[in-house]
T-cell receptor, first 112, second 110 residues
Framework: QKEVEQNSGPLSVPEGAIASLNCTYSDRGSQSFFWYRQYSGKSPELIMF????GDKEDGRFTAQLNKASQYVSLLIRDSQPSDSATYLCAVKVRGSARQLTFGSGTQLTVLP | NAGVTQTPKFQVLKTGQSMTLQCAQDMNHNSMYWYRQDPGMGLRLIYY???????DKGEVPNGYNVSRLNKREFSLRLESAAPSQTSVYFC?????????FGQGTRLTVV
């Protein structure tokens, strides 16, 4: 079983809709959870992080964490064509110096 | 503020050739990392350095060596390139949990 799993997509949503991106992880020692956005041909950039169970909102983005279910999600409200990118889920295990373990990413396309 | 700088941006090697990918950060971060990214595979950790003078293997270290030259610089060396090492390579650095990435090096081994 992969440590961090994401649906590879592609996921297509119409402009203005809510995009829902999902991620599951296998290590119950996981402590911190991150969402990175990567435009084609570019490097990943951090858009959200969450440490505690529940929801965390930042503008149009909401991260949701459920440690009991080992599940983290990213909701993008009022999706825009500029949100079209690959979204990478990353997990940090408590006490690990290895930093982040990444999922394979979900490719999102927002249709005008 | 340059952040994390990688060189070169593009490289084509013949099988068996060697090369070194350079990475430098100007954010005074202790930790630095090398990842490779292949289609459908996400980012996989090759080597990391938690502090100056230390390096450790990641998920896919075979065929690579690293040097943490000083706090700023962390290089990745391919001693004898193989077609399986065709990939996009990213260097990253971090102080806390957030990792900052360089622009990437697109390497093709023919």
């Amino acid at each position: 079983q992969k440590e961090v799993e994401q649906n590879s997509g592609p996921l297509s949503v119409p402009e203005g809709a809510i995009a829902s991106l999902n991620c599951t992880y296998s290590d119950r020692g996981s402590q911190s959870f991150f969402w990175y956005r990567q435009y084609s041909g570019k490097s990943p950039e951090l858009i959200m992080f969450i440490y505690s169970n529940g929801d965390k909102e930042d503008g149009r983005f909401t991260a949701q964490l459920n440690k009991a279910s080992q599940y983290v999600s990213l909701l993008i409200r009022d999706s825009q064509p500029s949100d079209s990118a690959t979204y990478l889920c990353a997990v940090k295990v408590r006490g690990s110096a290895r930093q982040l373990t990444f999922g394979s990413g979900t490719q999102l396309t927002v249709l005008p | 503020n340059a952040g994390v700088t990688q060189t070169p941006k593009f490289q084509v090697l013949k099988t068996g050739q060697s090369m070194t990918l350079q990475c430098a950060q100007d954010m005074n971060h202790n930790s630095m990392y090398w990842y490779r990214q292949d289609p459908g595979m996400g980012l996989r950790l090759i080597y990391y350095s938690a502090s100056e003078g230390t390096t450790d293997k990641g998920e896919v270290p075979n065929g690579y060596n690293v040097s943490r030259l000083n706090k700023r610089e962390f290089s990745l060396r391919l001693e004898s390139a193989a077609p399986s090492q065709t990939s996009v390579y990213f260097c990253a650095s971090s102080w806390g949990s957030e990792a900052f990435f360089g622009q990437g090096t697109r390497l093709t081994v023919v």
